[in-house]
């Protein structure tokens, strides 16, 4: 990094979180005995768990298997895990970085594993590079052959869903009393976590960096923030991921992003999809994916990341 500034950040969506109640206290580093390590050979994955079962463990190893061997990183991946009452299955809070030595774009969070990778070293040495909750009132399934029971939830989809938030799939675009903003703070109901949420100082993510609407303007270069124009836009219009990737892995469009929640995919046009439907807001509740999907990986491109597999040329995409 550039000078000796170090700032972390939350940057998944928060929409309805329960109140958090405390757990037992944890080191922010993370502790090698506590730690299951990804066997695969690509990015490795280290996860420290707390108080989880050995169920849930299995199952989320799974999902880190799958995502080691979709990336590519001589950094390890550090996570740590929780279950704790929230009113949403799921939740990844990122810790992030922003101006080190690498990185594409000045004054722009990054996910702080998406930084390690560029950087090929580990920037915050003894620190998690995510920490995901999940709810401990939620009927889950732990198996891994995406066939949960009516009625239960896929642990491995959600993981795999609130793991990709934290590899960058992550947006602090917002709309608040008609303004629209990004770089603000609305993370005071997060979870407890080890690392600090500083002030994000006005300052977009990597990923808002490539969040167009359907003039093809990108948000952050052509609205001011806050501003009543960018709410506008972020209320009113189609959102798209315009990342070069992203749109050559979905039959060269632009892929569509939720309505006010540009962390995720459209639901009306990919949760019904079995290939790109994984990060559609709340997945899980038609089928349980085990893929993150073309268009997911095309995105994971554009932020950064190395992705391990032959390029092919354009998939399906709708």
């Not at 991946?77 to 949403?88: D, E, G």
């Amino acid at each position: 990094m550039r000078g000796s500034e170090r700032r972390k950040v939350t940057s998944c969506q928060l929409l309805g979180l329960a109140a958090f109640v405390s757990m037992a206290s944890v080191s922010c580093r993370p502790d090698a005995q506590s730690q299951s390590r990804s066997p695969t050979a690509h990015a490795t994955v280290e996860v420290s768990y707390e108080q989880v079962p050995a169920q849930a463990r299995a199952a989320f190893q799974f999902a880190t298997d799958a995502w080691s061997s979709i990336l590519v990183s001589d950094v390890p991946i550090k996570i740590r895990v929780s279950f704790t009452p929230l009113l949403t299955r799921g939740l990844c809070v990122p810790n992030a970085v922003r101006d080190f030595d690498g990185a594409s774009e000045a004054n722009t969070w990054y996910p702080s594993s998406l930084a390690d990778a560029i950087a090929n070293r580990d920037l915050q040495p003894g620190e998690y590079d995510m920490e995901i909750f999940f709810s401990t009132s939620t009927n889950w399934y732990f198996g891994n052959d995406g066939r949960p029971a009516k009625g239960k939830s896929d642990f491995v989809f959600i993981a795999m869903h609130e793991i990709c938030h934290g590899l960058g799939f992550a947006s602090l675009l917002k709309v608040s009393g008609g303004f629209g903003s990004y770089g603000r703070n609305v993370f005071d109901s997060a979870p407890q976590v080890s690392f600090q949420i500083p002030d994000l100082g006005g300052m977009p993510s990597i990923f808002d960096r490539f969040v167009e609407n359907q003039s093809g303007n990108r948000l952050v270069d052509a609205f001011p923030s806050p501003s009543v124009r960018l709410g506008m836009e972020l209320s009113r219009s189609r959102l798209f991921f315009g990342g070069a990737n992203a749109i050559h892995r979905n039959s060269k469009r632009r892929p569509r992003l939720h309505s006010r929640d540009p962390s995720h995919l459209d639901r009306q046009f990919y949760e019904p999809d079995p290939i790109n439907g994984m990060m559609t807001p709340g997945p899980g509740h038609v089928s349980a994916i085990h893929d993150p999907g073309s268009i997911v990986k095309g995105v994971l491109e554009d932020l950064g990341w190395r992705i391990k597999e032959e390029r092919r040329d354009a998939e399906p995409g709708l």
